[in-house]
């Protein structure tokens, strides 16, 4: 099984500020990685898929890249709506895995 | 636009069954991979197993925790997906999602308890 190791558990940050989400994985998936947003009481939801594309629908402030094990999501000029928790998520192999979450919170 | 709408959850007690069932309403239902995801309250999201489209064989795959308990079956015809879970146990106290085109789009969940 694929662990997706995602860094920091916990940010908290101040608007406007860039924010650098990083999710590890135990062994090469290439780049069947997928990004989630999910907000108290709310279903997850996409934001990119495989590695860096971007879903209908989602702000340009997110973009994310990286490729093997290591990836990142990029949050430019944060804005107060984007306090949630962040998943990441491989589909490269059965059983598919989640990272832990980072939750980030707005100051 | 694409709607995922989950039901079938409730309280049930150790060693019951549940089946949740998945109206997907929007896209092309055929087209489409369709997964469970679970989440413990206060925890993460977790895997539970998906089932391909109708072309690649329309077979399931399942997290380990899982297999031999639960069975993801989908109907074609009426565009339904479903989660039949046997010999349930407290640690499968969760909400549970659907996802369509893998883990695309999301349903609202269905909330599933197992106590006593």
């Known amino acids: 099984e694929i662990v997706l190791t995602q860094s920091p558990d916990f940010q908290s940050v101040t608007p406007k500020e860039k924010v650098t989400l990083t999710c590890r994985a135990s062994q090469n998936i290439g780049i069947d990685l997928h990004w989630y947003q999910q907000k108290p009481d709310q279903s997850p939801r996409l934001l990119i898929k495989y590695t860096s594309q971007s879903f209908s629908g989602v702000p340009s402030r997110f973009s994310g890249s990286g490729s093997g094990t290591d990836f990142t999501l990029t949050i430019n000029s944060l804005e107060a709506e984007d306090a949630a928790t962040y998943y990441c998520?491989?589909?490269?192999?059965?059983?598919?895995?989640f990272g832990q979450g980072t939750k980030l919170e707005i100051k | 636009e694409v709607q995922l709408v989950e039901s079938g959850g409730g309280l049930v007690q150790p060693g019951e069954s549940l089946r949740l069932s998945c109206a997907a309403s929007g896209f092309t239902f055929t087209d489409a991979s369709m997964t469970w995801v679970r989440q413990a309250p206060g925890k993460g999201l977790e895997w539970v197993g998906r089932?391909?489209?109708?072309?690649?064989?329309?077979?399931?795959d399942y997290a380990s925790f899982v297999r031999g308990r639960f069975t993801i079956s989908r109907d074609d015809l009426t565009n339904m997906l479903y989660l039949q879970m046997n010999s349930l146990k407290t640690e499968d106290t969760a909400v549970y999602y659907c996802g369509g085109y893998g883990i695309d789009y999301w349903g609202q969940g269905t909330l599933v308890t197992v106590s006593s």
């Open positions: 089932i391909k489209r109708p072309s690649d064989g329309g077979t399931p």
């Open positions: 998520h491989q589909s490269i192999s059965v059983p598919q895995t």
